[in-house]
């Protein structure tokens, strides 16, 4: 059965530095997303791509967050100077379509902020 | 706006049922429920659509009452496996995003 993969599975970095967290959605898929989840807390959406642009996005996907599909299998996302609060688990998640259909998420990242 | 989910968390016997609510103050277009073990990724399980549509688990089961913003999961004959921490993601509108609820801990012991 297809998945969503991530990596890597595991990222620490000090604060500061930049950071990219990269995703393989399900390839017939055309809606990607990233979430995240500080540690004991509920799932926090922050972006969904489409068509190579974003099509909505949160209030925590502020100047700092970015996200790319640098080319037709991976999709990436990029914090460009990390703080303590970014610390947490970030999923990606795709759908074959928008609305209504099922979001499938990968295995996530943890990201540690020192 | 978040949904909001109860109860936050359960605990059962093997082979005993539990009910988890979710329950907004936005007009929905579909439900979204996953159940997430420690450390790990939600795991898609229900989604209902607005209009009645249902797709997902053959042993959960869930109801969406469009006109009341509710949603329900009913695990029936819990399993050990249920153990874990429900989520619903709510969509509203023409977005995509899901927004989910904070959860409810399900706990089963033998």
């Known amino acids: 059965e297809p998945e969503v993969t991530q990596t890597p599975s595991h990222q620490v970095t000090q604060m500061g530095q930049e950071v990219i967290l990269r995703c393989v959605p399900i390839?017939?898929?055309?809606?990607f997303y990233w979430y995240r989840q500080i540690l004991g807390q509920k799932v926090e959406f922050l972006v969904s791509f489409y068509n190579n642009e974003i099509s909505e996005k949160s209030e925590i996907f502020d100047d700092q967050f970015s996200v790319e599909r640098p080319d037709g299998s991976n999709f990436t996302l990029k914090i460009r100077s990390t703080k303590l609060e970014d610390s947490a688990m970030y999923f990606c998640a795709s759908s074959e379509q928008g609305r209504g259909e099922t979001q499938y998420f990968g295995p996530g990242t943890r990201l540690l902020v020192l | 706006q978040q949904p909001v989910q109860s109860p936050q968390a359960v605990i059962l016997r093997e082979g005993e049922d539990a009910v988890i609510n979710c329950s907004s103050s936005?007009?929905?277009?579909?439900v979204h429920w996953y159940r997430q073990k420690h450390g790990e990724a939600p795991v898609f399980l229900m989604i209902l659509l607005k209009g009645g549509e249902q797709k997902g688990h053959d042993k959960i089961s869930a109801s969406f009452n469009e006109k009341k913003q509710q949603s329900s999961l009913y695990l029936t004959a819990s399993q050990l496996s249920y153990s874990g921490t429900y989520f619903c993601?709510?969509?509203?509108?023409?977005?995509?995003?899901?927004?989910f609820g904070a959860g409810t801990r399900l706990a089963v012991h033998p």
């Open positions: 936005k007009a929905l277009y579909s």
């Open positions: 993601g709510t969509r509203s509108g023409g977005y995509n995003k899901l927004i």
């Open positions: 390839s017939n898929h055309l809606y």
